[in-house]
């Protein structure tokens, strides 16, 4: 898996783990977010994009991208789930890289793109059942920004 950085260009998944792991050991004694999202697209083709958002609060974040292209519609139920698991793929690969290089204080939240208004109100237990399900914080919108903002603005 691929990643895109504003800041550093295309990076491989070890080359964004350690990019992150270097923002956050500037300055170790601060406070992190590690926050995961994604969302997507559909005209002819489906592209989803997952963000990585390193967040040193108050004092500013980095972000990484990767992308997908398919060539079926998805129905918004199979577009939720799939947008969830991709963001679970990636943090649980994020997790065991965390575990292996004992960093045991970045936790990681997981951004969706459901919410109270709109379509997706159905799907928000569900969805959150599967992140907390597998050991991950949820934020849903208004909340969600990683997921509505950062994701949404590279799937265009």
């Known amino acids: 898996m691929n990643f895109i950085s504003p800041t550093e260009g295309r990076l491989s998944f070890e080359q964004t783990f350690n990019s992150i792991i270097s923002f956050v050991k500037e300055f170790p004694k601060d406070n992190y977010r590690l926050i995961i999202g994604s969302d997507s697209q559909q005209k002819e083709k489906a592209i989803f994009v997952t963000a990585i958002i390193i967040y040193r609060e108050g004092k500013g974040a980095r972000f990484y991208y990767t992308k997908e292209r398919t060539k079926r519609k998805h ?70 920004y990683a997921a509505s903002s950062v994701a949404d603005r590279y799937t265009k």
């Not at 575990?99 to 709109?118: K, P, W």
């Not at 969805?127 to 914080?137: A, F, T």
Request: charged share 30%.
């Open 75 to 144: 129905t918004l139920r199979e577009k939720i789930y799939h947008e969830t698991l991709k963001s679970l793929e990636v943090a649980k690969e994020i997790t065991e890289k965390i575990l292996m290089d004992s960093i045991s204080d970045l936790n990681i939240e997981i951004h969706l793109d459901v919410g109270q208004n709109g379509d997706t109100r159905d799907l928000i237990k569900e969805v959150v059942g599967l992140v907390i399900g597998n050991g991950y914080e949820a934020k849903i919108k208004p909340l969600a």
